[in-house]
């Protein structure tokens, strides 16, 4: 640190400089993140907000009302009328949470205590770190056209199985795991099941409701007991914004912790001192956008959608599946992936490439335009 006090302008330069260095989403270029840029309506609401700790809600008692708000109106979009929940920092944090409820709800009513969860190979990377953390040991299910194959899980369900997980969208292909019929065999085996919707959440119910022909994935499942759902997805809420949704409030009780300083008795988080703004934020969104508002968002995404993979084929790219969500995922059949994908760095264009399978994937974000897509298009055609 510096001895002496520093000008503000001299601060702000030299971050501005910094700042410099980072892509920004308007321009279009960004093709694989599954974050884009907030609406300003949010961003603005997000820094009134600023010093509401939810860590300590009896000292914020008008920001905590504010995130139950929040956790009504998302259990809503998910078919729940009486939601539980937090809005945590992301969908990793959702997912950390909702495995360290199946955990200790396993431990304190099955007596379960080295427990396995059942995640497919699709699984966003955050199980592992849940995995890692909370000592439980991974069991890979196997994929059927790049979904969870459900014999599978039946197949690897033990005395040791404390929770099964399926996705709503998964990161690589944006597919819809069959979570139905997850959901009847979790049910019928009393074991609680995680439905990770952080990408898909906020879009497959608008979708759903405009005619989309797409799976049912929420609590009208008997089976399912939590939901991850981000808003720093979809729901052009600024980061950090995660949503995690549980059926029952027995789940928030099987983690909590005393918090003897605080305002309240206990605390089911993982965090202590956690963003307010992230609730105020993602509830003015809420509004502000309603149901119309999502629907005409959403449906504007599907439409580039379908003018990216229509055009790649036309242009003799092979698309790996058709896109059910805004996610496209294509190779070229002369050229190797990584290859192609060094070609399109080359022209500017920054790139994210699925392991499994491999492939270049662009996530149809609100920062891609059409007018990005052409140009894309063209860039792609013109390397061969
Ligand atoms: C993005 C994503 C996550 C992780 O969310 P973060 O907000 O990056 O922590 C988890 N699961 C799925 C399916 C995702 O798409």
């Known amino acids: 640190m510096d001895e002496k006090p520093i000008d503000k302008h001299i601060i ?41 700790n939810l860590g300590d809600p009896g000292l914020f008692k ?23 929940g937090n809005i945590v920092t992301g969908g990793t944090e959702a997912n950390l949470m909702a495995m360290r409820a199946a955990r200790n709800h396993a431990r304190k009513y099955k007596g379960i205590v080295d427990g396995e ?40 369900i033990s ?18 795991d069959p979570i139905e019929e997850i959901s009847k065999i979790a049910h019928e085996n009393n074991i609680y099941f995680h439905v990770d919707a952080a990408f898909g959440g906020f879009s497959i119910p608008f979708l759903r409701d405009m005619g989309y022909d797409l799976p ?29 949704i549980f059926r029952k409030e027995e789940y928030l009780d099987v983690m909590a912790i005393d918090s003897p300083y605080l305002t309240v008795k206990t605390q089911s988080t993982i965090v202590g001192t956690r963003s307010g703004a992230a609730s105020a934020a993602t509830y003015a969104i809420m509004k502000y956008f309603g149901k119309e508002g999502y629907s005409k968002l959403i449906e504007n995404l599907m439409v580039n959608t379908k003018f990216l993979k229509e055009n790649l084929e036309k242009i003799g790219y092979e698309v790996i599946c058709e896109p059910e969500l805004n996610l496209v995922a294509f190779n070229h059949p002369e050229m190797e992936t990584h290859k192609l994908a060094e070609e399109l760095e080359k022209l500017g264009w920054k790139v994210s490439v699925a392991k499994c399978p491999v492939a ?18 063209e860039d792609l055609k013109e390397i061969f």
Do not use: W
């Not at 910094?18 to 300003?40: E, F, V």
């Not at 404390?162 to 819809?176: N, P």
């Open 117 to 156: 969860i059942i995640v497919p190979q699709s699984a966003h990377f955050s199980f592992k770190k849940a995995a890692d953390m909370l000592n439980l040991k991974i069991v890979e299910a196997k994929l059927d056209n790049y979904k969870i194959d459900v014999e599978s899980i039946k197949q690897l």
């Open 62 to 84: 008008g920001t905590k009302i504010i995130e139950n708000k929040v956790i009504e109106s998302i259990g809503e979009l998910l078919s729940i009328e009486k939601p539980y």
């Open 12 to 52: 702000l330069d030299e971050l501005n400089e910094l700042k410099d260095l980072d892509h920004d989403y308007s321009d279009g270029r960004i093709l694989g993140s599954m974050c884009t840029k907030a609406h300003p309506f949010a961003k603005e609401v997000y820094y009134k907000f600023l010093d509401a």
């Open 216 to 244: 049912v994935f929420d609590f009208s499942l008997e089976g399912v007991c939590s939901i991850t759902i981000d808003p720093h997805k979809m729901g052009l809420a600024p980061i950090p914004a995660g949503g995690i």
């Open 159 to 176: 005395d040791k199985t404390v929770a099964i997980v399926a996705i709503a969208g998964t990161t690589e292909l944006g597919l819809i």
């Open 360 to 377: 270049i994937r662009v996530v149809l974000m609100n920062h891609i335009k059409m007018e990005h897509l052409k140009e894309l298009v």
